[in-house]
Structure formats: C-alpha cells, structure tokens
C-alpha cells in the first residue's frame, strides 16, 4: 500500500510534465492538423536556458529562491517563445500550402538542427544542477517503508495545474481563444471575417513553447540533470500522451500525459525499469485499437 502510494506520486508528477508539454502538440494540431515534431526539442532548449539563468543568477548572488525561479522562469518562457515563432515562421508557414508531408520533414529536420545546436553549444555530456528546493515531508507510513512527498513536486504539481487553468481561459474567454477556436473550425473562412489567421498560428506556436520552457525548468529542478537528447525522450512521450487523450483535446493533453506518467512509474516500481517505454508505447496501441481518436478525441468531420 505504501509503495503504491508513493509511485502514484511520482506517477503524477511526471504525468504533469508530460501533459504540459504535450498542449503544445495538441493546440498546433487543434489548429492546422499538424504535428510540430521540434516541440520536444523546445522544451530541451526550455531546460538549457532555465541551467544557463539559475547559473548566472547565483555567479551575481541572488540567493532569493523565488526571485531566481520568477526571473528564471520568465527568461526561459521568453526565449522558448522566439523559437517557437521562429519554427512557424520557418518550417511551417511557407509549407502551409503544400502536401501534408512537407511540413512534417521540415519539423523533423528543424527538430534535427535544434539536437545539433544544442549539442555544439552545451557539449554532449549531462548537466547537472543541485537541488534547489530540498526537503519534503512525510504522509504515510507502513512496514518500514515511508511515503514521501516534496517541495518539489508540490511546486511541479501547483505550477503545472495554474498554467493548464490560465490556458484554458484564455482559450475559452479571450478574443484570442475564439479566433484559435475559429480557425480550427475553418482557416478560410475565419481570414474572411476579418481575423489574421497568420498572427492566430503564430500565438499558438509562441504559447505552446512557452508552455514547453516551463516543463523543462520543472523537468531539470526535479532530476537535476539534463542533456541535449531528452528532448526527444519527452518530446516523444508527450507526443504519445497527446494521442492517447485524443489529439485537439486539451484535457485530453493532461489525461493522456497522467496515464504515460502513471504507466511509467507502476511499471518501473514492479516491473523492469527497461521495458516501462513498451509498456506505455502498448497501452497507446490498445486504446487506439478501441478508441481511434483517443480517450477524449473527436472525429475528424471532412469539408465538402
């Protein structure tokens, strides 16, 4: 019982790591039917640039823990957005027109040359930061074995649900959000009424890194190692929890990133670390053979 309990904490916290940055995925397909497969990536460069703040923040002798973290996060978020507007403006706009495989070679080098700028610019080896947010608490107690919970986590796990409930405002009640919603519907039409359709992508995109950048600042605070290849790791569990809760869903983003999260962790408490990918990878297969569109997707309704 106690063992379970603290893997389903874990489980959780992951899954919200996983969930936040598989939004970004599921809005960018929500909006023009395409998978940004250099998501993953910006959430790596989220992770490096969140290193490279924290770093010159203690070299200055800022010792306050959330004023680092707020300058912190606001650096990052700031930056991952540049890139995710420069990834639209690169890799997706002027192929917007074109078969839909152009776009989807195109990210996959973009997400190549971000691995590789990476790599040249912060070298191959792992990166390691300590711990910025030490200590936890005790909750539960059996047989010897003691459930823990952490600051951490409880930041991961209240950041991370702040976020989703912003965003899903401002999807929801925001001009923003109606001209997103809008240009899901119909791209053509929403540019007729007057809405610049470019500018609507362009957001989603920057949003959609900036939700990535905090996921890599919350991945590194709670590991406290990264390197340039744990974009593709996560990028691709995020892409898988996307599909599981049906692509075009946001919470159906969060609920598939908590199922990959749970899955991962069960497996890895009672199973073999190596294979808890092929056992996460094996429910998508399961769910998708039952639920095409995944737990909360929506068939697709083709315009004639």
Known sequence: MAYALQQLINGVTLGLIYGLIAVGYTMVYGIIGMINFAHGDVFMIGA?????????????????????????????????????????????????????????IS???MSIALQNFSQVAQGARDKNMPDIIPGGFNIFEQDGFVVQLTWMQIVIVLVTLSLLALFTWLVTKTSLGRAMRACEQDMKMTSLLGIDVDRTISLTFVIGAALAAVAGMLFLMYYGSINFYIGFNAGTKAFTAAVLGGVGSLPGAVIGGLAIGLIESFWSGYATVEYKDVAAFSVLIVVLIFMPTGLLGRADVEKV
């Not at 002798?61 to 606001?74: D, E, K, M, N, R």
Request: aromatic letters at 10%; glycine letters at 6%.
């Open 107 to 109: 990210a996959i080098g």
């Open 48 to 104: 490096f640039l969140s290193l490279i703040a924290l770093t010159a923040l203690a070299a200055l002798g800022i010792t306050s823990v959330p004023l680092a973290l707020a300058v912190t996060l606001i650096f990052a978020a700031a930056i991952a957005a540049l890139y995710g507007w420069a990834i639209e403006r690169i890799a997706y706009r002027p192929l917007r027109g074109s078969f839909r495989l152009a776009p989807l």
